[in-house]
């Protein structure tokens, strides 16, 4: 694989192909993900909830997200290396310039954050230092209890466009990728066609420029009930760089997600 970039990503959009991306917090999966030929691999907040045993991604610091993006930039190969900001990294400007810059000092190559529209002015500021930014968008997750649950968004016409609107704001903020998780199939490609950035989703139907899962999910590994969008690949291969490779695959025929995996 040649060395992904954003501007593979636009590539890929423009190409009208698709490119998979998935969660990695340590060195020697984030060199099989890579190796698989993934393009994109993100250290989550969802290592609160996996590797911590959490019930949400909120008790995640700035810390431990710093020591797992080290670990997976010293394995990630020609993948690009996405960051997840954490819960209330966005209290005031000042902490957002500061946590973003220590992300980026760990490794990152692109900087993942929650937000609504309102976070405009931080990612403009952020853009302006070198900072590139994929606004996630949808169901995010350090809102839940607020949302009150892990539950789809968009599914009535006003929030639905809210969603589509937001993206826009972002994106002429500064935002480089959207990510948006959770939404029904028809949000997902109406925003991806909207938009000039590539657009990356997770339960947001098979139409987005990327798929994104969490990697114990894609290995079966994730206990209690998994959300309806996630498969376990580990079923249709004979050990885990076989999975990345068949996720991989999947994703680039258009194979996954299917419509069981869809809202
Ligand atoms: N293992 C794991 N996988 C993830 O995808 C994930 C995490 N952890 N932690 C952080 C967030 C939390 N996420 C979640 C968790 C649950 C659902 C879920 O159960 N959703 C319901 C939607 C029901 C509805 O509103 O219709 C589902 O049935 O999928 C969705 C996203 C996604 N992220
Ligand atoms: C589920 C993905 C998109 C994420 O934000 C995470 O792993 O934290
Ligand atoms: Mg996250």
Not at 160 to 167: M, N
Not at 169 to 177: D, E, F, N
Not at 181 to 189: I, N, T
Not at 190 to 210: H, K, M, Q, R, Y
Request: aromatic share 6%.
């Amino acid at each position: 694989m040649k060395t992904v970039t954003l501007s593979s990503l636009q590539a890929h959009k423009r190409a009208g192909e698709t490119f998979s991306c998935l969660t990695a917090y340590d060195a020697s999966f984030a060199r099989s993900a890579s190796e698989a030929g993934i393009e994109v691999l993100l250290v989550g907040d969802s290592l609160g909830m996996v590797l911590q045993g959490h019930a949400s991604t909120l008790p995640v610091t700035l810390d431990d997200i710093c020591y797992h993006t080290r670990c997976v930039a010293r394995g990630k190969g020609q993948s690009l290396l996405m960051v997840d900001l954490p819960f209330m990294s966005n209290s005031s400007q000042e902490r957002l310039l500061e946590d973003a810059g220590a992300l980026m000092r760990a490794g990152a190559e692109l900087v993942k954050v929650e937000g609504e529209a309102w976070m405009a002015d931080g990612i403009r500021e952020l853009t302006r230092r070198g900072v590139p930014i994929c606004a996630h968008l949808g169901l995010t997750p350090q809102t839940v209890y607020q949302l009150g649950g892990y539950k789809v968004q968009g599914r009535d016409a006003e929030r639905a466009t809210q969603i589509l609107e937001d993206a826009r704001t972002l994106v002429a903020a500064g935002a480089s990728v959207i990510l948006l998780e959770c939404v029904p199939a028809s949000l997902g490609r109406a925003i991806t066609e909207a938009l000039d950035v590539p657009v990356i989703g997770i339960g947001a139907g098979p139409d987005t420029d990327g798929q994104i899962l969490v990697m114990h999910d894609v290995l079966g590994v994730t206990h209690g009930r998994v959300p309806r969008f996630v498969k376990n690949f580990m079923t249709e291969a004979d050990d885990i760089p076989g999975a990345f490779r068949r996720y991989h695959e999947d994703v680039k025929a258009r194979r996954f997600p299917a419509e069981e995996h869809c809202f």
